[in-house]
């Protein structure tokens, strides 16, 4: 399960806006911003924003467990 405030929190503490990653990941501001609400981000988004990012760990942001 995708986790959009820790990586919110990931791209704030970077000082990345949404439009600056959609750049990087060679996407849309809006379809940025939907895949945010959905989680549905492809391998190569998500192994593009931990790299752009420098996450260390992105277990908890792309991979977090569904709470009950």
Known sequence: ???ANRLRAAM???GVTGKELAKQ???GESTF????KTGNFSRDEINNT???LGIDDPK???FA???A
């Not at 911003?33 to 945010?36: H, T």
């Open 25 to 27: 990941l060679g996407i």
């Open 65 to 67: 467990e569904k709470l």
């Open 1 to 3: 399960m995708f986790d």
């Open 33 to 36: 911003y939907r895949k945010m």
């Open 12 to 14: 704030a503490l970077r």
């Open 50 to 52: 931990i790299e752009f």
């Open 60 to 62: 908890p942001i792309f």
